[in-house]
C-alpha cells in the first residue's frame, strides 16, 4: 500500500471507530468491517491499524473474535498525529538530484527541497488543528455523542 492511501484509510477508520463507539474491547470493530466502510480490502485495514495501534492511537485484538478499539476520545487524536503515526510525515516528495556541471540542474533540485520541506511543514501545521471528531462534526449524518446511526449501511 502506498503512503498516499495510507493516512486516508487511517482517518476513516478512526472515525467510523468513533462513529460506532468502539471505545473499548468490547465494542472492538473487525478489520472486515473497517474495510467494508472505507473500502478497502481487511488486509489493508489491518496493516493501518497495526501501525496506529503502535502509535497508541487504538488497541487491537487479533483472531476471530478481535478488532480495534480507540484508547483516546475523538476529540484527543489530531490528524498530525494520524499522518506520523501512518506516514511518519506530511512527505510531498522529493526532487531528483540534479545533472553535474549544469548550474540550473545543480541549484534547483536545493530550491525544491525548500519548498518540499515549507509545503511538509505547513500541510502538518494545518493537520494539527483537526480532530477525529471535527471530521465527523462536518459529517451531517454523524450523531453528536458518536452512537451507531441507523442510515449507515455497514452493521457493527
Known amino acids: ?5 495510507r493516512f486516508p484509510v487511517a482517518a476513516h477508520a ?4 468513533a462513529h ?4 473499548g474491547p468490547a465494542q472492538a470493530m473487525p478489520s472486515g468491517v473497517l ?5 478497502t480490502n481487511p488486509v489493508v485495514v489491518r496493516r493501518v491499524t497495526a501501525l496506529l495501534a503502535k ?17 483516546r476520545q475523538p476529540e484527543d487524536i489530531r490528524l498530525d498525529q494520524v499522518l506520523k503515526a501512518v506516514n511518519g510525515c506530511a512527505h510531498i516528495g522529493s526532487p531528483p538530484a540534479g545533472a553535474k556541471g549544469c548550474p540550473i540542474s545543480e541549484h534547483i533540485p536545493r530550491q525544491v527541497a525548500k519548498a518540499l520541506t515549507a509545503a511538509d511543514e505547513a500541510a502538518t ?5 483537526i480532530t477525529i471528531a471535527d471530521l465527523l462534526a462536518d459529517n451531517p449524518i454523524a450523531l453528536a455523542a458518536f452512537a ?9
Open 148 to 156: 451507531p446511526h441507523k442510515s449507515c449501511p455497514v452493521a457493527a
Open 1 to 5: 500500500m502506498s503512503d498516499s492511501q
Open 14 to 17: 478512526l472515525a467510523y471507530m
Open 20 to 23: 460506532k463507539g468502539a471505545f
Open 35 to 39: 474495510a467494508s466502510s472505507i473500502p
Open 125 to 129: 501545521e494545518a493537520l494539527s488543528k
Open 55 to 71: 502509535a497508541g492511537l487504538i488497541a487491537t485484538r487479533p483472531g476471530a473474535t478481535g478488532g480495534s478499539w480507540l484508547l
